[in-house]
T-cell receptor
């Protein structure tokens, strides 16, 4: 019955070795988000897709890329992970985005992928 | 600068105690404020508040919003060990086309038996 599914739950990569995190949803929501959450910090929005339209946050490093091949799937690619990229990565969806009617501002989160960089 | 500020950052209580968690916010064109509970995984939705002074309740949890003072509280009565979690407050910013959700750092609540 999982609605937003993230794989893997834990990911270990080496410094500089590209890594891809995946997210899928069964809700048929238009918007998918990627958040980065470091220990004891607030989740920070990296980017989001409204359908196929990609919206990058101004302060998201170029090292982070995303792909959304279809409505259900979204990927986060980290091209050259550094030690500072170790964090929990949360995928979330919403029906129409957080800028429209209040009823659509609720986000549904996946369980997250905890990334470690060695 | 922080747009959503939560306090306290950490709270330790015993089962049966009542706790109040605070959230102050400053977002462009306020629309709503949301509370989430995060255990060792994804945040789960608790409340969405859009109107000032109207309390929302779900079992032992309740929340209220003060739009004038840009403030919200989350109350948990008769706490249980299962309430131990990080409680996140978030506000959407409608300054952009789609908006974005600003999260506070959260309050880490620990309930001891």
């Amino acid at each position: 019955d999982a609605m937003v599914i993230q794989n893997p739950r834990y990911q270990v990569t080496q410094f500089g070795k590209p890594v891809t995190l995946s997210c899928s949803q069964t809700l048929n929501h238009n918007v998918m988000y990627w958040y980065q959450q470091k220990s004891s910090q607030a989740p920070k929005l990296l980017f989001h897709y409204y359908d196929k339209d990609f919206n990058n946050e101004a302060d998201t490093p170029d090292n982070f890329q995303s792909r959304r091949p279809n409505t259900s799937f979204c990927f986060l690619d980290i091209r050259s992970p550094g030690l500072g990229d170790a964090a929990m990565y949360l995928c979330a969806t919403s029906r129409f985005g957080t800028g429209l009617a209040a009823t659509n501002e609720k986000l549904f989160f996946g369980s997250g992928t905890q990334l470690s960089v060695l | 600068e922080d747009k959503v500020v939560q306090s306290p950052l950490s709270l330790v209580v015993h089962e049966g105690d009542t706790v109040t968690l605070n959230c102050s916010y400053e977002v462009t064109n306020f629309r709503s404020l949301l509370w989430y509970k995060q255990e060792k995984k994804a945040p789960t939705f608790l409340f969405m508040l859009t109107s000032s002074g109207i309390e929302k309740k779900s079992g032992r949890l309740s929340s209220i919003l003060d739009k004038k003072e840009l403030f919200s509280i989350l109350n948990i009565t008769a706490t249980q060990t299962g309430d131990s979690a990080v409680y996140l407050c978030a506000g959407p910013d409608r300054g952009s086309t789609l908006g974005r959700l600003y999260f506070g750092r959260g309050t880490q609540l620990t309930v001891w038996p």
